[in-house]
């Protein structure tokens, strides 16, 4: 249902239970955030998305990602109070990621010169804001494989049990949505290390070329529902077949 | 769907031509396209590609626009879609989760993985107007 809500004093068209967050962008409006994602559920993690949201009689100062728009609303995107709790959670974040840039370009965003907290000492996994990007991309894949472990200062990411999961696949979307750039994934020319387990890569038929896991592999054949042979051969190769198929009617 | 042609929806009514015999294996079209999409960070991936076939034959290789596309079928997330004015596929960044699955899938490899960058790139056909058909000088791209 469209509806109409107000971000700083311009009117703006939404849909009524989308993402406060996304209405405000769309209209042009720049929030910062690192833990949203449009295909994924929003869990407000990182707080970096808050904006003043007035609704009736209530006011508050809310994450706009996890807030669903209604008729009405009158949204503030930029005041004082807004920047200093940025500000504030910006220099946490920082804690945990010293060495993130893209953190560290916000900050510069915010003034942040030298952050009141000094950076963790210890992590498992270093650089990771425990945002859950990966943990919910994983399971929108259907793989479940990723989860955080612990609670408190103990709380990380990771497999169950820190133990080789069967369910992780190797497809390393994790590492596409991570916002830090934490997750380790390093592939040679016939496996593929992630998460500290050894994946074997599926490799094309003509030339050899790596093209992703054979665990991922046989879980598009098992799920999507197009031919096997279309996972044979790497991008060249088809394209080199293709041109040879162009030529033969061209000429 | 009845009715609709490779590249092109209702309303539309251009398509990129490709006229094999004409190429002379230039490469101005890959050129074009990598400055096409060029960004802040550098040239873009060319999404057309040169392949020589046989002795000094060339065939020019882009993204079809498939009718019953595959990587529309792989993709997670519908983060590729027809964009219903222009019948091109179109990758909405914002949905994309990196996971590849686009690329593996097209039978006729025109689905490209930026690795660094971790998305993958396709033909847009730059929004409609294909810069690799205003460049090649041999006639051997055409947006008709």
């Known amino acids: 249902m469209e509806v109409k809500i107000r971000v700083n004093d311009v009117e703006v068209n939404a849909t009524r239970g989308e993402s406060l967050l996304e209405a405000v962008r769309r209209a042009g409006f720049h929030v910062p955030s690192l833990c949203h994602h449009e295909a994924l559920e929003p869990i407000g993690a990182c707080r970096l998305c808050l904006v003043e949201v007035k609704a009736g009689d209530k006011e508050e100062l809310t994450t706009s990602c996890n807030y669903l728009v209604e008729d009405g609303l009158e949204v503030v995107t930029d005041s004082e109070q807004i920047r200093k709790n940025r500000v504030a959670n910006l220099e946490l974040l920082l804690a945990r990621a010293p060495g993130s840039p893209k953190l560290r370009e916000l900050a510069a965003e915010y003034g942040v010169a030298v952050p009141r907290f000094a950076p963790i000492k210890e992590s498992a996994l270093p650089n990771c804001i425990l945002c859950e990007l990966c943990v919910r991309v994983c399971a929108e894949l259907g793989h479940h494989a990723l989860n955080t472990i612990g609670r408190g200062e103990n709380k990380k990411i990771g497999l169950p049990f820190n133990q080789p999961s069967a369910s992780c696949v190797g497809c390393g979307s994790c590492v596409s949505v991570c916002p830090t750039d934490c997750i380790l994934m390093k592939d040679t020319a016939t496996t593929r290390t992630i998460w500290g387990q050894r994946f074997e890569l599926a490799r094309c038929k003509g030339c050899g070329t790596p093209i992703t896991t054979v665990k991922h592999r046989d879980f598009a054949i098992e799920n999507k529902g197009l031919p096997e042979d279309y996972y044979d051969y790497c991008e060249s190769c088809k394209q080199a077949a293709t041109s040879k198929r162009f030529a033969s009617v061209a000429w | ?144």
């Not at chain 2, 079209?29 to 034959?57: K, M, W």
């Not at chain 2, 019953?68 to 219903?84: G, I, S, Y």
């Not at chain 2, 000088?137 to 947006?143: F, I, K, R, V």
């Open chain 2, 1 to 144: 769907m009845p009715g609709e042609t490779l590249g092109q929806a209702a309303g539309e009514t251009k398509t990129l031509v490709v006229i094999p015999h004409k190429c002379v294996g230039c490469r101005t079209c890959e050129v074009a396209c990598s400055f096409a999409h060029a960004t802040a960070q550098g040239l873009g991936h060319s999404r057309i590609r040169v392949h020589p076939v046989g002795n000094e034959r060339f065939v020019q290789v882009t993204c079809l626009q498939c009718v019953n596309a595959a990587c529309v079928k792989a993709c997670p997330t519908e983060a590729l879609k027809r964009n219903t004015e222009t019948g091109t596929i179109e990758v909405d960044y914002k949905r994309c989760i990196g996971c590849g699955l686009c690329e593996v899938a097209c039978p006729f490899g025109h689905m490209h993985f930026d690795v660094k960058a971790r998305q993958p790139v396709k033909c847009d056909l730059c929004g409609g107007n294909p810069a690799c058909a205003t460049f090649c000088p041999h006639g051997a791209l055409e947006w008709r």
